[in-house]
Every structure is written in C-alpha cells, then in structure tokens.
C-alpha cells in the first residue's frame, strides 16, 4: 500500500508540474480567461483524479469465469479509465466549440486539442483493462490480453509462488517464463488460495 501511496503522490506531482509549465508557456499568450480556465480545470481534474485513483483500487474478493474457475480481471479501472477519459473529452469538446478559443492560438492547444488527445489514450489504455483476464483451470493458468496472442501456462511446470513486494505475486515457471499477479488484480484471494492447493507450493 505504501508503494501505491508513493506512485499516487508521484503521478499527482506530475500533473500539477505539467499544469505549471502549460500556464507558464501560454499564460502570455491567450486570453486571461482561458488561463483561468486551465488552473481551474487543473484544480477540478486533482479533485477527480484521487476519486477515480480510490476507483482503480476497487477490488473484489473473488472473480470467476462462466464455467466457475477461478480468474483475476481489473475490476476498478474499467470504470475509472472510461469515466476519467469522458471527463477530459468533454472539456476538450466543450472549449472546442468555444468560439473565443479561435482567437488566440494557445487556447486551442491547452484547452481543446489537449484534453482531446488525452482522452483518446486514456481509452485506448482502457482497453487493456477490460480485456485482461486469467483463469486458472485443473491443470493450466490461461491469460487473455487484447490484442496479444493467448497465453497458457501448465500448473506442472510451476516452479514457485513467490511475494515480489505486499500484495503481488510472482509465479515461476521450469521454461523460464514469469506470471506477475500485481496487487490491483480482482479476485487474487480465492485464485492464489486455489493455485496453492492444487500445487502445494
């Protein structure tokens, strides 16, 4: 939880010096509303950004496929990342047709195209969110990542389960390969608890 912490303050750190260079290099040049606007759109988006961090976090305690086997699927972040990029993209649209921010090119820039190509990311990161799955079966771990090819890995050639820091997991296998099940992970209780009893690692 304290490296969560760590990366939380850090990412936050990071928007706020972002802001700062972004007011710094248009504050000049459009108009005193539109820098009004960014700093306040700043203060709104540190705001939701730790509702939507408290979001990500969410998880389960369990996670099952429809046949009943175990899984791990990302339960938070596919509503935080959706919701997160709606909001940026409908500041970018709404100061998009905001026709005062045709008369100074900054405007533009920081507050509509900005927000857009962010929004954009934000969405395609999402996709990982949504498609990633693992299942433990009988004798397999089967993981599914969009657009990566499908990934199996036989419970035989497991090696050790090991804590790589509170509340991940390393899964090593005799063919040299690696299974990390990190902390944001649904349902790694009942998974990791089931994977040790049908191994007895």
Sequence with gaps: MRSINITRNLIFQLVLVLLAIAC???GLRPNA???IRVIGYGGIAGIG????FK???WRRRQEMDQQGNPALRYFG??????IFALFVGTVGVMELLNPINYRYSGNLIILAYTPLAIAVLILVL???????RMTLKADVIERVIWPLPFSRYALNDLVSIED???????LKFSDGRQLVIN???SGQTQFLDRLKSLTRK
Excluded at 49 to 52: C, E, N, Q, V
Excluded at 126 to 132: A, C, E, F, K, N
Excluded at 164 to 170: A, E, L
């Design 24 to 26: 710094f290099a248009y």
């Design 33 to 35: 509303n539109g820098v």
């Design 49 to 52: 950004f730790s509702i939507l």
């Design 55 to 57: 979001l990500a976090l």
């Design 77 to 82: 972040p596919r509503f935080s990342m959706p």
């Design 126 to 132: 999402s996709i990982y969110y949504w498609t990633y």
């Design 164 to 170: 790589n820091r509170p509340g991940n997991s390393v």
């Design 183 to 185: 902390g944001m992970l």
